[in-house]
């Protein structure tokens, strides 16, 4: 059975830091990865999308990256700004489409 | 559509009542999930339509719990006789199959009263 963990479950930084979230599944055979942010209150926005042949993918100042034998993702949000607060969360699909969700991680940016 | 479409919104509930939660799914997206938030809390996994197949139903939380998915597109989510317990959002997702990614809807706010 898939696992997916998220590390750290919090994290406060002052504006303008670089940070890294972490995704860490058991099971390498994977489709996908799909990193999500999630506002208080709202539904699951897709930020990227990590085909398993891929190792990296980016999107403006966000950068995921994949390492499907070591079973671990992560996420580079680049100069962080007040607006990047929010939950991040990571999901790995597998054979017959299934989705497993990390805890996710609750980013809070100082101004 | 464009994306996947939740109704309602918004839907207070007396205890006790029956309530009905749509999802629209991206035309031609085989797979579909329901989920359920409370609040503060992480996703918890409800129900997994894929294809034809027998859908997985491993996570409703009692047998007040109950969905269907017609014609391989719609599905709604019936709960009977709601309790406080079930006040949380619920949220549904769809995708194609193999390589694709998930889209999710808005989420339907179910506050039992």
């Known amino acids: 059975k898939q696992e997916v963990t998220q590390i750290p479950a919090a994290l406060s930084v002052p504006e303008g830091e670089n940070l890294v979230l972490n995704c860490s599944f058991t099971d390498s055979a994977i489709y996908n990865l799909q990193w999500f942010r999630q506002d208080p209150g709202k539904g699951l926005t897709s930020l990227l999308l990590i085909q398993s042949s891929q190792r990296e993918q980016t999107s403006g100042r966000l950068n995921a990256s994949l390492d499907k034998s070591s079973g671990r993702s992560t996420l580079y949000i680049a100069a962080s700004q007040p607006g990047d607060s929010a939950t991040y969360l990571c999901?790995?699909?597998?054979?017959?489409?299934?989705?497993?969700f990390g805890g996710g991680t609750r980013l809070m940016v100082k101004p | 559509g464009a994306g996947v479409s939740q109704s309602p919104s918004n839907k207070v509930t007396e205890k006790g009542k029956d309530v009905e939660l749509r999802c629209d799914p991206i035309s031609g997206h085989t797979a579909l999930y329901w989920y359920r938030q409370s609040l503060g809390q992480g996703l918890e996994f409800l129900i997994y339509f894929q294809g034809n197949s027998a859908p997985d139903k491993s996570g409703l939380p009692s047998d007040r719990f109950s969905a269907e998915r017609t014609g391989g597109s719609v599905s709604t989510l019936t709960i009977q006789r709601t309790q406080q317990e079930d006040s949380a959002v619920y949220l549904c997702?769809?995708?194609?199959?193999?390589?694709?990614?998930?889209?999710f809807g808005s989420g339907t706010r179910l506050t039992v009263v």
């Open positions: 997702a769809s995708s194609f199959g193999g390589a694709h990614g998930y889209t």
């Open positions: 999901a790995v699909k597998n054979a017959g489409n299934m989705l497993t």
